[in-house]
Nanobody, 123 residues
Framework: QEQLVASGGGTVQPGESLRLSCVAS????????IGWFRQAPGKEREGISC????????YYADSVQGRFTISSDNAKNTVYLQMDSLKPEDTAIYYC????????????????WGQGTQVTVSS
């Protein structure tokens, strides 16, 4: 059964960093577009980054551009989201998602979803 597992969340202070991981089982991420989403309390789930596997192109939302970096390790079947210079407004549950389509920040574009990992940025 295809499954995604997101991990790496935690509580950090503003300006610190975290690296989220998204590991797939029963399918090979190398052939899938991967998206990272987040959902803060009372807000809709928003797409913040994605990577297309066909050409390795990546997209970042304005809110994370220059601070977050998406990458992959095919040998580990894992996609990462490096988050630097974290801000309190980055506090949310972070989800990874996969689909055989192209990079997208639309929730409806993805078939497979991880369970989410909590990121809290607070002083």
């Amino acid at each position: 059964q295809e499954q995604l597992v997101a991990s790496g969340g935690g509580t950090v202070q503003p300006g610190e960093s975290l690296r989220l991981s998204c590991v797939a089982s029963a399918f090979t991420l190398e052939h899938y577009a991967i998206g990272w989403f987040r959902q803060a309390p009372g807000k809709e789930r928003e797409g913040i980054s994605c990577i297309s596997r066909s050409d390795a192109s990546a997209y970042y939302a304005d809110s994370v551009q220059g601070r977050f970096t998406i990458s992959s390790d095919n040998a580990k079947n894992t996609v990462y989201l490096q988050m630097d210079s974290l801000k309190p407004e980055d506090t949310a549950i972070y989800y990874c998602a996969a689909d055989q389509g192209r990079c997208s920040v639309l929730v409806r574009a993805y078939r497979y979803w991880g369970q989410g990992t909590q990121v809290t940025v607070s002083s």
